[in-house]
Each structure stands twice: as C-alpha cells, then as structure tokens.
C-alpha cells in the first residue's frame, strides 16, 4: 500500500516565476492538505481539498492555489513567486469519514527561490 | 498563526533515558495529533488523542491530555539514538476539516 507521494523532491525557481506541485494521497483517503513548513518551525496549513473543492483555506494569499481530481490526486500551484515562498512543501491525506482524524504526510517538496 | 507551543523547544539525553516534552494549546480541539520529522523530511504519525480521552499508550510513547489546561504531554521511555528527531504537536477540530495547527516543535537529540 503506497503512502502519500509528493513529486518533485527538490525544485529551484526564480523570484516571479510560477510552480506546480504534486501529491498523490495515501489508498483510500480521499481529503488532500498542504502545508508550508520553513525552516526551523512547525508546518502551517494552507488549504485542504475535498471532492474536487477547496474546503478549508488558512492565511495565505491568492498566489497560492490548488486542484483536486476526480483520482484524488491534488496540485498546488504558487505564482509570482517571492524569495519567503522557499520552504518544505507538505502534503496530507485522510479520510473524510467520521474517524478519519490522522492525518499521513508524504515527504515533501523543497522549493528554494533564488 | 501557531496554536501550539512546544516546550522545550530543545533537549539533549542520553541513550536509555526518558524524553518528555510539552505542548500547549489556545482554542477548542477534539483531537490532538503527534508527529516526529527527521532533518526536514516528511512527518509521521505518532499518535492521536481524542479530546475525550485523558492518557494514551504506543510502545515507548505515552501521550497525556489536559483539556481543562489546554495541555497535552508526550513521554518517550528508553530513548535511543534513532529517536533523534523533532517533535510536533498539531490540534485538529473534526468540524473544520480537522486541518492541522502545528506547534514551533521540540528538537531531540539522544546521545549513544
């Protein structure tokens, strides 16, 4: 049974360019999270995806956006992006139903903006 | 924001000893999650505690939570070398999608 993927490993972006990010939940969860985790500190929660909807959105501007698909799978996409955008970008899969309170982390994205 | 705080936000034992770390909390939760992340990688799981609940055992790990205080604990018996990592607590409220609020971590190093 995979875990959570997250592709790519490591990515290096310009100031102002724009980037994709890629998560693939863990069999049977169906409720993608991102998180932005710099370094030194804990993650914080960017937004959550839920049949295909943005459900939950935490205080992040509009440069950060995100896609659901039908297989789950979840995009999130950063544009403009600035030099305080670099850090470890994590994604979570569980389940919606009602004891669907874990939370498994895949193992993350490095993005450095040079 | 960060609801959780960790405290201490570092510690330093020897193989064999035990490891207790704290975490505080503001707000209404109905779960309270621990993780563990080695040199920045990805978190995993450790253990879950229901707001219901008060103490709960994994192996070597026990969590404890005080809802009236806003606390919870976790204690890792027997430390090893490879327990070596840092420590999050994240609070979840089922309601709001249990989306996770992480604390700033507990960085644990254990000496051989």
């Known amino acids: 049974d995979a875990g959570v993927t997250q592709s790519p490993t490591h990515l290096i972006k310009t100031r102002g360019q724009q980037v994709t990010l890629r998560c693939s939940p863990k069999?049977?969860?169906?409720?993608v999270s991102w998180y932005q985790q710099a370094l030194g500190q804990g993650p914080q929660f960017i937004f959550q995806?839920?049949?295909?909807?943005?459900?939950q959105r935490g205080n992040f501007p509009d440069r950060f956006s995100g896609h659901q698909f039908p297989n789950y799978s979840s995009e999130l996409n950063v544009n403009a992006l600035l030099l305080g955008d670099s850090a470890l970008y994590l994604c979570?899969?569980?389940?919606?139903?009602?004891?669907?309170?874990?939370?498994?982390f895949g193992p993350g994205t490095r993005l450095t903006v040079t | 924001s960060q609801q959780g705080e960790e405290d201490p936000q570092a510690l330093s034992i020897q193989e064999g000893e035990n490891a207790t770390m704290n975490c505080s909390y503001k707000?209404?939760?109905?779960?309270l999650q621990w993780y563990r992340q080695n040199s920045g990688r990805g978190l995993v799981h450790l253990i879950l505690?229901?707001?219901?609940?008060r103490e709960k055992h994994s192996g070597r790990l026990r969590v404890t939570l005080d809802t009236s205080k806003k606390s919870s604990s976790l204690l890792i018996t027997a430390s090893r070398a490879a327990d070596t990592a840092s420590y999050f607590c994240?609070?979840?409220?089922?309601?709001?999608?249990?989306?996770?609020?992480f604390g700033g971590g507990t960085r644990v190093l254990v000496k051989p």
């Open positions: 979570a899969s569980s389940w919606a139903g009602a004891s669907g309170l874990e939370q498994y």
């Open positions: 069999s049977g969860h169906d409720t």
């Open positions: 995806y839920y049949e295909e909807e943005e459900r």
């Open positions: 707000t209404s939760i109905n779960n």
């Open positions: 505690i229901r707001s219901n609940e």
């Open positions: 994240a609070t979840g409220f089922k309601a709001a999608g249990n989306k996770l609020t």
